[in-house]
Structures are given as C-alpha cells and as structure tokens.
C-alpha cells in the first residue's frame, strides 16, 4: 500500500511538472533560442487572473494569450525591455513578479541589505560589549577570596 | 546596560509589533467593507485615451465599431466587455439595461462565439446601442481587461475616465459612474 501510493505520488508529481509551462506543443516558437526567451520573459511576468503564477506556469486563457503575445513580440525582434514596458503600459506594474526599482519598493527591495547591515552592527556591538578587561581584586575581595578557598 | 537602553530595547519590539497589529486589522476591516480589495488590479489606462482598435459586429446586431467612431462620439460611453459564457454577465444585463436608459452602453463580446454572443445579446432585449466582437481578446489586452464583465467609461474625445471590474447595476451607477458624468 505504502509502495503504491509512493508510486501514485510520483507520477502525480512527474504529471505536474510536464504540465507546467505551455499548455499546448504548438504554441511553442520554432526556433528554439527564440522559445527560450519567450519562456524566461514568461516566467516573470504574472497572470492577473491566477495572480501567484506566472503566464508561463498558468493554463488560464488570458495567460494563453498573453504567451502568444509574448511569442509574437519575440519573433518580431522586440527586446525584452520592450516586451515588459508593453505589458506594463497595459496591467500596470502589477504584471511584473518582480517589481521594478521605484521609491515606493526601495524598501522591499534594500531590506536584505538593510537587514545584513543591522544584523552586523548588532553582532559587532554584542561581542564588543561582552569583553569585560579584567580589574584587579580590591585588597577586601583578596582577603575573601583568601578566605574562602582556605589559604591563609 | 542603562535604564533608558533596556527601556527603549523591550519598548521597540512591542511598538513595531503594535504597528503591524494595527496595520492587519485595517487591511481585514478594509477586505469586510470592501474598501481594500487585495486582487484589485488597478488599470492603468484610466485617464489616457482609448487604445486603436476596428472589431467586427456580431451576426444580426449591425457592423462592429472603431476607435476612431467611439472617440468622434459627443455624449459619454459606457464600453461594456461581456462574453455569452460569463456568469456575472448574465447578472449584469437587467443592471445595464436599466443603465442604457440614462447613457449609451457599447459591448465588446470577448473570446465568444459570434453566434453565441449575438444570440446571448438578443435574449432578453439588448442593453448596447452598438456591439463588437473581439474574437480573440486582443483588443481587450490592450484596454488591459483581464477578464469579464469588466467596464470603462469613455469621454467625448475618446479618453477613459473610470473602469470598473464588477458586475454593474444602478447602484454601481448611481455611485461611481454618474458623479462622473456631471463633470463632463
């Protein structure tokens, strides 16, 4: 039983994989160079009806079509440049996955570094604070101390 | 360590904790009252003008229309995206045809069958003083529609003054689009 569904749970993945990208052989360009750029501009730009998937990975028509535009723009010699401003003259930004560099994302998209530079400054100052240089023993501290481990 | 620096340590964790806390709670307010919407997509063609376009008509409803034809119109329109196969579109016809009583409504049928589209249009009485038929979406990428019923209100001259992606009814109306006509 166990076999089986491990079996069943491959294939279901293996399916899934084949699935993804285009849903139909024929949309692809013939040149494969070209189908190759297709599919990164593709990969970045978002279906707004699925809106967590990019065209490339969704089978819904409007990600169809937005393929075939891609297509389109590619065999015509558009660069990629070209092909993102076209779509982002029409959706909007919110057709790119990754959001373009602006005031309004600088935040989004310094955070990592503002993050390391924080995390730096704080471990620098945690180790800085902890070494403690030693001060010499008060003459009563010597006389405990003395004391206490039995030394006379 | 001071009194102020262990304040201001524990102080600051509990204030951007507080912070997000408020911030969640006014998104979740926002998503019950509709104020905040986070699958809107905001179109960014409203307030340029109409994108270039020539569609045919639909079988028994006349030729199809234009960009230049809609932009030489003197009174506003609404332009209305539907399809035959769309569910909110069935919804939304007795809301336009009572709009189409106050303003013209031009329907553009997208990715439907002529036939389909025309019949579906003719059922009931149509609401649209014109229709079109875009086949294939095209020309709704262009208007940056991303599915249906999705509706632009269009200036005399051809420029796009709202868009709405709901299904309309008078309410709709009342609301959104006929504040907008005053201004015209």
Avoid at chain 1, 60 to 72: F, H, M, Q, S, T
Avoid at chain 1, 114 to 136: F, Q
Avoid at chain 2, 49 to 66: K, Q, R, S, Y
Avoid at chain 2, 70 to 90: D, G, H, M, Q, Y
Wanted: charge should be neutral; glycine fraction near 10%; include cysteine.
């Amino acid at each position: 039983m166990k076999r089986l569904s491990a079996l069943l749970l491959a294939v279901a993945l293996a399916g899934g994989g084949i699935a993804l990208a285009v849903d139909d052989p024929s949309e692809m360009l013939p040149n494969s160079v070209q189908e190759k750029r297709a599919e990164a501009i593709g990969a970045h730009l978002r279906c707004l009806v699925c809106q967590n998937e990019s065209i490339e990975d969704s089978s819904a028509p409007l990600a169809r079509d937005l393929r075939k535009v891609v297509r389109e723009q590619v065999a015509a010699g558009k660069s990629d440049q070209q092909i993102m401003d076209w779509m982002g003259d029409r959706y909007g930004e919110f057709i790119r996955l990754a959001p373009q560099f602006s005031w309004s994302t600088a935040l989004l998209w310094l955070m990592p570094a503002l993050a390391l530079v924080a995390g730096l400054v704080i471990a620098w100052r945690a180790t800085r604070s902890r070494i403690v240089t030693p001060v010499p023993l008060s003459d009563d501290e010597r006389a405990r101390l003395d004391a206490l481990s039995g030394r006379e | 360590m001071n009194a102020t620096r262990r304040g201001l340590l524990t102080a600051l964790p509990i204030v951007g904790a507080g912070v997000l806390g408020v911030g969640f709670w006014k998104m979740l307010q926002g998503m019950e009252s509709g104020g905040f919407d986070p699958r809107a997509i905001k179109n960014p063609n409203v307030g340029r003008p109409i994108p270039e376009f020539a569609m045919p008509g639909l079988p028994g409803l006349g030729d199809g229309f234009t960009d230049k034809e809609l932009k030489a119109e003197t009174r506003p329109v609404l332009v209305n995206f539907f399809a035959s196969w769309c569910i909110p579109c069935v919804q939304e016809m007795p809301g336009l045809r009572s709009i189409s009583r106050n303003m013209p409504i031009w329907g553009i049928a997208y990715e439907d069958k002529p036939e389909n589209a025309s019949a579906f249009v003719q059922r009931d009485g149509t609401p649209y003083a014109r229709v079109a038929s875009d086949r294939h979406g095209r020309v709704a990428i262009d208007w940056g529609v991303t599915g249906v019923p999705e509706s632009f209100l269009v200036a005399p001259g051809g420029r796009i003054l709202w868009h709405g992606s709901a299904a309309l009814d008078p309410q709709i109306y009342d609301a959104e689009i006929r504040p907008r006509l005053a201004g015209l």
